[in-house]
């Protein structure tokens, strides 16, 4: 089992910027990517959150349409630690944003999230 914990979040003004963070609790050599998502509005499921951006283990990177621009994801010490970075923020990102964490067990891809963290852009 991996646990994934998150930091970051919380209020900002319009036009504002904001950095989360997630970490793999253990050093996990089967993550083939980690990334954010956030749940959407009028969302419950979990299979219904929107990519926010992901990194695979190779450092190639996917952002969902309404970031691109704006947002930036990045590994930083280790491998099982990423950043999202980010700027000009509307009140449209305002959402719950969820760590994932993609991982090959016995040849079959399982997704892990984090808790969420809430993320509020408002004046």
């Known amino acids: 089992q991996v646990h994934l914990v998150e930091s970051g979040g919380g209020l900002v003004q319009p036009g504002g910027s904001l950095r989360l963070s997630c970490t793999a609790s253990e050093s996990v050599s089967s993550i083939i990517a980690m990334g954010w998502y956030r749940q959407g509005p009028g969302k419950e499921r979990e299979r219904e959150r929107e990519?926010?951006?992901?990194?695979?283990?190779?450092?190639?990177?996917r952002y969902g349409d309404s970031v691109k621009g704006r947002f930036s994801i990045s590994r930083h010490g280790p491998a099982n630690t990423i950043d999202l970075q980010m700027y000009s923020l509307t009140p449209e990102d305002t959402d719950i944003y969820y760590c994932n964490a993609k991982i090959v067990l016995d040849a079959t891809t399982t997704d892990f999230w984090g808790q969420g963290t809430q993320v509020t852009v408002s004046s």
């Open positions: 990519l926010v951006a992901l990194i695979t283990d190779d450092g190639q990177t």
